[in-house]
């Protein structure tokens, strides 16, 4: 007991550690957000220890013009902030995407797992060997693909591709195959097609997985860059993570405008984690079985 409570408190520490050292960036981040320029500037100059470094971290007056000037544009800034118009593009982009990627992927997993046609499983490998490629091999052929689709500048380039995530159907097969084939069975002998199955067997007894597939569609979505930069070359179309080199130069030497632009594009994914872990949480012993 002694021996189990020593490691149980190790663990704890080790771990507390790691957390800290994960949000001293955020905290930095937060309270420099909120000082004037001018006090940001001189607030880490002839630093004297680290205590003296600590005590200079918190604002000696909280302003939140930075916020605002960010949101519907100021007097100090260069031009009017473009910041709402990202936002927005985002939250669409974001959405859509993780909505459409969530009824793909569930579709396709329940096809390649369910569902016996030939060569389904040769093509579900092939798709894996094909995914390990990097990402920036597929830009070429993918702004090729935009551009012949007349994307260029509309949000349906960031929407549609990568819809049919093959980590995501693999993860979502790979649960699906705990689920047994004894209530699809059951499902046909009630007289329920294979879109019913889907619907009424398959979906709730993967509820957690999907929670989390959803949770990997919207944050790979927002946080996307490369992309983004390429296909769009309009301002106004722009998303806000792509759109934050923008501001850089847009804000010139207002560095708290920056700090107070990552924190707001930082607020959506978080928000949407300490919701969803909820749910993430309570249903991921989900059992599936057959009652006699």
Same mark, same amino acid.
């Given at each position: 007991?002694?021996?189990?409570? =020593? /490691?149980?408190?190790? %663990?704890?520490?080790?771990? *507390?550690?790691?957390?800290?050292?994960?949000?001293?960036?955020?905290?930095?981040? *937060?309270?420099?957000?909120?000082?004037?320029?001018?006090?940001?500037?001189?607030?880490?100059?002839?630093?004297?220890?680290?205590?003296?470094?600590?005590?200079?971290?918190?604002? +000696?007056?909280?302003?939140?013009? !930075?916020?605002? @000037?960010?949101?519907?544009?100021?007097?100090?800034?260069?031009?009017? %902030? #473009?910041?709402?118009?990202?936002?927005?593009?985002?939250?669409?982009?974001?959405?859509?995407?993780?909505?459409?990627?969530?009824?793909?992927? %569930?579709?396709?997993?329940?096809?390649?797992? /369910?569902?016996?046609?030939?060569?389904? #499983?040769?093509? &579900?490998?092939?798709?894996?060997?094909?995914?390990?490629?990097?990402?920036?091999?597929?830009?070429?052929?993918? *702004?090729?693909?935009?551009?012949?689709?007349?994307?260029? !500048? %509309?949000?349906?380039? =960031?929407?549609?591709?990568?819809?049919?995530?093959? *980590? #995501?159907? &693999?993860?979502?097969? #790979?649960?699906? +195959?705990?689920?047994?084939?004894?209530?699809?069975?059951?499902?046909?002998?009630?007289?329920?097609?294979?879109?019913?199955?889907? +619907?009424?067997?398959?979906?709730?007894?993967?509820?957690?997985?999907?929670?989390?597939?959803?949770?990997?569609?919207?944050?790979?979505?927002?946080? @996307? &860059? =490369?992309?983004?930069?390429?296909?769009?070359? @309009?301002?106004?179309?722009?998303?806000?993570?792509?759109?934050? /080199?923008?501001?850089?130069?847009?804000?010139?030497?207002?560095?708290?405008?920056?700090?107070?632009?990552?924190?707001?594009?930082?607020?959506?994914?978080? =928000?949407?984690?300490?919701?969803?872990?909820?749910?993430?949480?309570?249903?991921?012993?989900?059992?599936?079985?057959?009652?006699?």
């Amino acid at each position: 007991m002694h021996i189990s409570g =020593l /490691r149980r408190r190790l %663990s704890f520490l080790f771990l *507390f550690a790691l957390a800290l050292f994960w949000v001293i960036p955020l905290i930095w981040v *937060f309270l420099n957000s909120f000082k004037p320029n001018a006090e940001f500037n001189k607030s880490f100059a002839s630093l004297k220890g680290p205590i003296d470094y600590l005590t200079r971290l918190w604002p +000696r007056e909280f302003v939140f013009s !930075n916020y605002l @000037d960010i949101l519907v544009g100021g007097e100090k800034l260069n031009t009017v %902030s #473009n910041m709402l118009p990202m936002i927005l593009n985002s939250l669409i982009v974001s959405i859509s995407h993780t909505l459409l990627a969530l009824m793909v992927v %569930s579709l396709s997993a329940f096809a390649y797992e /369910r569902l016996d046609f030939p060569g389904g #499983n040769a093509i &579900f490998w092939g798709l894996m060997y094909l995914s390990m490629f990097p990402n920036v091999v597929g830009l070429l052929p993918m *702004f090729k693909i935009a551009t012949a689709l007349g994307w260029v !500048n %509309s949000l349906n380039a =960031l929407i549609w591709p990568g819809l049919a995530g093959v *980590f #995501n159907i &693999f993860l979502l097969r #790979n649960f699906l +195959r705990g689920v047994p084939k004894a209530l699809d069975e059951a499902a046909c002998i009630d007289g329920a097609g294979s879109f019913q199955v889907y +619907r009424h067997v398959m979906l709730p007894s993967v509820k957690p997985v999907l929670i989390v597939v959803g949770l990997f569609s919207f944050n790979g979505s927002w946080n @996307d &860059f =490369l992309w983004p930069t390429i296909v769009m070359t @309009d301002v106004r179309r722009q998303t806000l993570t792509a759109g934050l /080199r923008l501001l850089d130069g847009q804000y010139g030497g207002q560095w708290t405008h920056l700090l107070a632009s990552v924190l707001v594009s930082m607020l959506p994914p978080l =928000l949407l984690y300490l919701v969803a872990q909820n749910y993430f949480l309570s249903g991921i012993s989900i059992q599936a079985g057959v009652k006699g």
